[in-house]
C-alpha cells in the first residue's frame, strides 16, 4: 500500500524553532516515527518527544519510537558502512509503518534540515513502494551557530565550503577558499591542520538550552574547545557540535 511520506526539519531540539508549516505537517500526521539510539541515549527521542508534546494538538496523531540500527564498523569501505546501514534502517521504518496498520500520512521530524547534511531522503528512497515524499526545511545548526555568535557565514562576495570532520581531518583545508564549515566531526578535527591565522567559532547543543559557544583564535582556544566537548559529552552522553573557520 502507497502512503505518504513527510520529512519535517525541527530546527535543532528547540521547540521554538519550529515553522508553523512545521506545526501543521505535524498534526497532518497519522504516525509520527520516533528514532531511539537504546540505553543511556534517550536525550534525543526524548527532544522529539516534548516537541510532540508542545505542538500536537490532532489527538488522532500516533507516535511510534524504534531502536536505530548501529553503524557495522567493521566493514572497511566507509561507503558500503553507509549504505548497509541505511538499507537497515529503511527495513525498520518498513517494518514500523506495517506494524502501525499501514497508515496513509507517515512522518519523520529530521534535525535541522533535511537537505543539509542528512541522509532521511536516500534512506526514504529505499522504501518499497516508494511513498509520496513532501520535505518541509527547518532551521540548521548552520544558522544557529552563526546566530549564537552574532556572526556571519560568509565574507563579502566570497565562497565557503561546508564539510565534515573526517574530511579536514584525511585531506586538510579546502583550497580556494577561506572560510570552510564543519559538520559531523567525531572529535576536534581541527586539531589535524595548522593552527596558525584561523580564527574558530564553535558551538554545542546549538539553540538547546544546554547550549556552549566558545570563540577565539584557533591556536589559543582548540584544547579549551577539546577539553570543554569531552566533559559535555561525558555529562550528557552525547554530543553534537558544530563550527565555523576562517583564515586571515
Known amino acids: 500500500m502507497s502512503f505518504h511520506l513527510t520529512l519535517i526539519g525541527i530546527g535543532t531540539g528547540n521547540p521554538e524553532h519550529l515553522t508553523l508549516q512545521a506545526i501543521r505537517a505535524m498534526n497532518a500526521q497519522d504516525l509520527i516515527l520516533v528514532p531511539h539510539k537504546g540505553a543511556g541515549k534517550d536525550d534525543l527521542a526524548a527532544l522529539r518527544r516534548s516537541i510532540c508534546a508542545e505542538v500536537i494538538t490532532n489527538t488522532t496523531?500516533?507516535?511510534a519510537e524504534f531502536i536505530l540500527p548501529t553503524r557495522n564498523e567493521a566493514t572497511l569501505d566507509y561507503r558500503q558502512r553507509v549504505d548497509d546501514w541505511h538499507n537497515e534502517i529503511a527495513e525498520v521504518w518498513q517494518r514500523e509503518i506495517t506494524a502501525n496498520g499501514a497508515p496513509q500520512n507517515v512522518a519523520l521530524l529530521v534535525w535541522g534540515d533535511p537537505s543539509l547534511y542528512d541522509s532521511t531522503l536516500r534512506i526514504a528512497a529505499r522504501l518499497t513502494p516508494a511513498p509520496d515524499i513532501t520535505v518541509i526545511p527547518g532551521i540548521t545548526s548552520l544558522q544557529t551557530l552563526t546566530a549564537a555568535h552574532a556572526t556571519v557565514l560568509n565574507e563579502i562576495g566570497?565562497?565557503?565550503?561546508?564539510?565534515?570532520?573526517?574530511?579536514?581531518?584525511?585531506?586538510?583545508?579546502?583550497?580556494?577558499v577561506d572560510t570552510v564549515a564543519i559538520m559531523l566531526d567525531a572529535g576536534s578535527a581541527f586539531t589535524a591542520i595548522p593552527p596558525e591565522g584561523i580564527h574558530i567559532w564553535w558551538g554545542a547543543y546549538v539553540g538547546m538550552k544546554e547550549q556552549i559557544i566558545i570563540e577565539g583564535p584557533l591556536s589559543q582556544v582548540a584544547d579549551e574547545i577539546t577539553k570543554t566537548r569531552a566533559k559535555a559529552?561525558?555529562?550528557?552522553?552525547w554530543i553534537m557540535d558544530i563550527y565555523l573557520m576562517r583564515k586571515g
Open 61 to 63: 496523531t500516533r507516535i
Open 158 to 176: 566570497a565562497p565557503f565550503i561546508v564539510t565534515t570532520g573526517r574530511r579536514l581531518r584525511d585531506e586538510g583545508w579546502p583550497e580556494g
Open 233 to 237: 559529552r561525558a555529562n550528557h552522553g
